[in-house]
């Protein structure tokens, strides 16, 4: 039952981009008008356990891996012309109830063209061919989208080495100009870390990496991007302000010191983005604020004093810089957000 109706929402609501299963409830949609029931028919338990245990999935000993990975299970699979990200837990304490969240990836891979107040920028990254660009935003603002049209946008042009680093793989690439591997961590290597390693061994021109957790996978970031290869990140945060101090939080203050001057140095861009319902609630769209690496903004990094980056963002819309609350304003006054979604989205009070 849960397969049949999940290959109905991803052909026929084109909207939804994530989709929440508990027992005793309905099939629940996300979408810009928020979460909606599929249907009034409840899914059971037993349907719940038929849907995990299938090979694609979890497979026949689910329930043990579950139990082996502290509760959780993630991954991802291919369904006809989409790819599910899916992540099944234990709710409820002692009951043991399981609930699955599952991400919608859709194979037609979005142009950079489409990509918002941030395009400009990163088709001159793209170019640049060198340097760590930074992609940031909440869960669900559209990260893996944007890394996957940069992807794309190089596969296109460039002749080159492309590697990503993923936890689960996502889009799948296929060769166009470049060759692509693809390696997920936990099954082809240990960790982001070691994946980043690894790939200075193995000739990447182009290193593209799933997520920024913890400081080795920062260090070694930071050593690949300033060996002189591309490499593009995705990472939780507000704003460009928050991701630098973020990513200088990983050390402490011997250390940081000589971790600013690397950043300073090899960062090309940062792009904080968040997905913000249409006035019709029918679509996502995209506000984006850009961050470039000019000699003040380098400046800044390298001094370690960051108070007024944000004016300096602000006054350097000639580079292709911009504030959020900035993207936010233009589309409201585009009519395409309304303002108490602009508010909602933004990260400040300048709204």
């Known amino acids: 039952m849960i397969l049949t109706k999940l290959l109905s929402i991803i052909h026929e609501r084109h909207n939804v981009s994530d989709i929440h299963i508990c027992a005793d409830e309905p099939i629940f949609m996300r979408s810009p008008n928020g979460y909606d029931a599929f249907d009034q028919e409840f899914v059971s338990t037993e349907d719940i356990g038929e849907f995990v245990s299938s090979e694609a999935i979890g497979g026949k000993n689910w329930r043990g891996d579950l139990i082996a990975r502290g509760g959780k299970l993630d991954g991802a699979v291919d369904l006809t012309d989409s790819r599910i990200r899916y992540s099944i837990y234990e709710t409820d304490g002692i009951f043991h109830n399981i609930n699955i969240v599952m991400r919608i ?28 660009v930074i992609i940031t935003g909440p869960t ?18 460039r002749s080159c080495h492309i590697m990503t680093i993923e936890d689960p793989i996502e889009h799948i690439h296929i060769k166009k100009k470049a060759i692509i591997s693809q390696r ?34 920062v260090e070694t ?47 090309t861009s940062i792009v904080s983005q968040v997905l913000v319902p249409s006035v019709n609630k029918e679509d996502w769209v995209l506000a984006s604020e850009v961050l470039v690496n000019t000699p003040g903004v380098r400046s ?6 960051l108070t007024q980056l944000p004016a300096i963002m602000q006054q350097g819309r000639v580079d292709g810089m911009n504030l959020l609350g900035n993207d936010l304003l233009r589309l409201v006054r585009e009519n395409r957000i309304s303002l108490q979604q602009a508010r909602l989205a933004s990260y400040d009070d300048s709204i």
Do not use: W, Y
Request: one cysteine or more; aromatic letters at 4%.
């Open 105 to 132: 990836i859709r194979n037609s891979i979005i142009p950079i063209e489409n990509l918002g107040g941030g395009q400009n920028i990163l088709k001159e990254s793209v170019t640049k061919g060198k340097g760590l």
């Open 140 to 157: 669900g603002s559209g990260k893996t989208t944007t890394l996957a049209s940069i992807i794309d946008r190089i596969n296109s042009e």
């Open 184 to 217: 997920e961590v936990g099954t082809n290597l240990d960790s982001f870390a070691s994946g980043i390693e690894g790939a200075m061994r193995q000739r990447p021109d182009v290193i593209a990496v799933g997520e920024l957790l913890d400081r080795d996978t």
């Open 221 to 267: 970031l930071f050593r690949a991007a300033d060996s002189g290869h591309m490499v593009l990140a995705t990472t939780h945060g507000r704003s460009a302000k928050d991701v630098i101090n973020r990513l200088l939080g990983f050390f402490n203050a011997d250390e940081r010191e000589q971790r600013r001057q690397v950043l300073a140095s090899c960062l």
């Open 300 to 305: 800044m990094i390298a001094s370690g004093n």
